[in-house]
């Protein structure tokens, strides 16, 4: 109401008022999904855990010795793509964190 009283329209209350405010508190949420997304399904359709497992597969079937290497490569893979795309999300949400809304809590 105070900024429909300023004189800004509907879409300008929206978007100066309200969108700052839910994008600034759902980002944590956000975060979650996205890790949530990233490991039940594939990254953009270029990177599939389906396709990464077959290549470790056929890599410990062609050479026993390299089964746990390749394992662990994979592993490590998704571990890289999700801490690089939580820190990416963290890294937004400090920039766009209220002032002062840590100490209240």
Known sequence: MA???????AFGTIRYVLLPQALRLSLAGWGNEFAVVLKDTTLAYA???VEVMQKARFI???EFPLTFPAYVTVAILFLFL???GL????????RL???GLE???
Do not use: C, N
């Open 97 to 99: 964190r209220i002032p």
């Open 60 to 62: 410990s079937s062609r």
């Open 103 to 105: 100490a209240r809590r």
């Open 3 to 9: 900024a429909r009283a300023l004189g800004l329209s």
């Open 47 to 49: 990177i599939g855990v």
């Open 82 to 84: 999700t801490y690089a």
């Open 87 to 94: 820190f990416l999300l963290g890294k937004i949400e400090k």
